[in-house]
C-alpha cells in the first residue's frame, strides 16, 4: 500500500490526515524567544493574534533527519511504501532533510522524495491526486510521473495585506515597500516551481478579489481558496470563487506560521490543473 508524509507545511486538516492515515513532520518557529512544533490548521489562532499585533518577525527552522527516519521506519515496517512531499527547496532545506534521511531508513528503496516546489494546499492536493490515483491501482512509478506533470502548471496566487513582511524577509527594498503602502499598492505574488513571482500590481483592495480569481484557468483540477490570518476579507473571496466557478468544490486552506514568516497576513487561491 501506498502511504503519504508530508512536512507541516502543506496544511491538510486533522480531519484528512486521520481519515488517510498521513504521518505529518513538522518544521520549527522560534518566536519571541520561544520554539515551538508547527502544528495542524485550527491551531494558530493564538500564533496569529500575537503575530499581527507585534509584527514580530519569526524564525523557522527543518525538522530534524530523524523525524523523517521514523516516519519512513513505520510505512516499512508495517509492509508499506511511501510517497513523501515537502516544502520547497527554494524554501527550505526540508527537502534536503528528507533524502538524508531517506539513506538510514531500514528500506530507501520503498521511500519517494519530491520536492513539491510549492507548498501549502498545492501538496494537499498532490496527496488528493496520490490517494485516487493509488485506489485506481496505479504503481508509486507511475504516480510520480503524473504528479511531475502536474507540478508544471500548478501554482499559488496570494495577495499580502502589506509590504512589511516581504521587506523584513529581503524579498522586496525598503523604498518599494514604503511606496507600496503609501500608493495602496497590492502586488499579486505567485509562487509556481519553486519561484516566487510578482505577477501583477494593483491599486486598492477592491480589484484583488477579480485579479486573483482572473488566474485560475478553466480546466482546473483542484481549487482552493487560501488566507493567512486573514478572515477580513477571505470570506468575500470565497464567496466571489464560488460565483466563477460554480460547479467546482472550493476547499478552504489556512496556511500557518512557517509559510507566515515569509509573507505576513495574506489571501489567495491555489490550484492544480
Known amino acids: 500500500m501506498i502511504k503519504i508524509i508530508v512536512d507541516s507545511t502543506a496544511y491538510i486538516p486533522k480531519e484528512f490526515i486521520e481519515e488517510n492515515d498521513i504521518q505529518?513532520?513538522?518544521?520549527?518557529?522560534?518566536?519571541?524567544?520561544?520554539?515551538?512544533?508547527?502544528?495542524?490548521?485550527?491551531?494558530?489562532?493564538?500564533?496569529f493574534a500575537s503575530f499581527t499585533k507585534t509584527k514580530i518577525f519569526p524564525k523557522t527552522s527543518q525538522p530534524?533527519?530523524?523525524?523523517?527516519?521514523?516516519?519512513?521506519?513505520?510505512?516499512?515496517?508495517?509492509?508499506?511504501?511511501?510517497?513523501?512531499?515537502?516544502?520547497?527547496?527554494?524554501?527550505?532545506?526540508t527537502f534536503s532533510v528528507a533524502n538524508l534521511a531517506k539513506a538510514d531508513c531500514k528500506n530507501p528503496e520503498k521511500i519517494s522524495v519530491i520536492d513539491s516546489m510549492s507548498t501549502g494546499q498545492n501538496i494537499w492536493g498532490y496527496c488528493m491526486e496520490v490517494i485516487e490515483k493509488a485506489k485506481e491501482g496505479w504503481t508509486r512509478a507511475q504516480i510520480l510521473e503524473y504528479i511531475a506533470q502536474l507540478q508544471i502548471n500548478?501554482?499559488?496566487?496570494?495577495?499580502?495585506?502589506?509590504?512589511?513582511?516581504?521587506?523584513?524577509g529581503g524579498r522586496i527594498g525598503r523604498v518599494s515597500a514604503t511606496l507600496g503602502s503609501l500608493l495602496q499598492i497590492k502586488p499579486v505574488l505567485t509562487f509556481k516551481q519553486g519561484t516566487l513571482l510578482c505577477a501583477k500590481k494593483i491599486f486598492g483592495t477592491a480589484k484583488v478579489f477579480?485579479?486573483?480569481?482572473?488566474?485560475?484557468?478553466?480546466?482546473?483540477?483542484?481549487?482552493?481558496?487560501?488566507?493567512?490570518?486573514?478572515?477580513?476579507?477571505?470570506?468575500?473571496?470565497?464567496?466571489?470563487?464560488?460565483?466563477?466557478?460554480?460547479?467546482?468544490?472550493?476547499?478552504?486552506?489556512?496556511?500557518?506560521?512557517?509559510?507566515?514568516?515569509?509573507?505576513?497576513?495574506?489571501?489567495?487561491?491555489?490550484?492544480?490543473?
Open 210 to 273: 477579480g485579479e486573483l480569481i482572473s488566474m485560475v484557468p478553466k480546466n482546473v483540477k483542484r481549487l482552493f481558496a487560501i488566507h493567512i490570518a486573514n478572515t477580513k476579507y477571505f470570506d468575500t473571496l470565497y464567496d466571489k470563487m464560488k460565483q466563477a466557478f460554480p460547479d467546482t468544490e472550493i476547499y478552504v486552506g489556512e496556511l500557518g506560521p512557517v509559510v507566515a514568516a515569509h509573507i505576513g497576513p495574506a489571501i489567495g487561491v491555489c490550484y492544480i490543473c
Open 24 to 47: 505529518v513532520v513538522p518544521l520549527h518557529v522560534l518566536y519571541m524567544d520561544k520554539e515551538f512544533e508547527e502544528g495542524l490548521p485550527g491551531s494558530y489562532d493564538e500564533f
Open 154 to 168: 500548478s501554482q499559488i496566487c496570494f495577495v499580502p495585506d502589506s509590504l512589511d513582511y516581504l521587506k523584513k
Open 64 to 93: 530534524s533527519p530523524d523525524l523523517f527516519t521514523n516516519a519512513y521506519n513505520k510505512v516499512i515496517d508495517e509492509g508499506n511504501e511511501a510517497i513523501v512531499f515537502t516544502i520547497s527547496s527554494s524554501l527550505s532545506g
